[in-house]
Nanobody, 121 residues
Framework: QVQLVESGGGLVQAGGSLRLSCIASGSIFSTNAMGWYRQAPGKQRELVETITSRGTITSADSVKGRFTISLDSAKSTVYLQMNSLKPEDTAVYYC???????????????WGQGTQVTVSS
């Protein structure tokens, strides 16, 4: 059993910063990738940033230059530093991880419960 627990969401004014954290715990054999997706009201869930265990980063165009993702593989923890936040960044942010559990032959996608980020104008 693998669980993802997010923290760090909240309310911030436009131009402000927040840092999200997500810790994966449980019977983890290897972590292939971790990252963040978000879903705004009435919209589909979309990619924000992901990072592989080798350091390859994939980012949405809308956050490039403002958000920074980092991964502590030893702690199975991913961080998202969000700067210069805009009202359009308001969404529920979901942690994502591609993890091979102990005893499994393949990696499985896991999701956190989500943390609300609200940016006021």
């Amino acid at each position: 059993q693998v669980q993802l627990v997010e923290s760090g969401g909240g309310l911030v004014q436009a131009g402000g910063s927040l840092r999200l954290s997500c810790i994966a715990s449980g019977s983890i054999f290897s972590t292939n990738a971790m990252g963040w997706y978000r879903q705004a009201p009435g919209k589909q869930r979309e990619l924000v940033e992901t990072i592989t265990s080798r350091g390859t980063i994939t980012s949405a165009d809308s956050v490039k230059g403002r958000f920074t993702i980092s991964l502590d593989s030893a702690k199975s923890t991913v961080y998202l530093q969000m700067n210069s936040l805009k009202p359009e960044d308001t969404a529920v942010y979901y942690c994502y991880a591609k993890i091979a559990p102990v005893g499994a032959y393949v990696a499985i996608n896991y999701w956190g419960q989500g943390t609300q980020v609200t940016v006021s104008s």
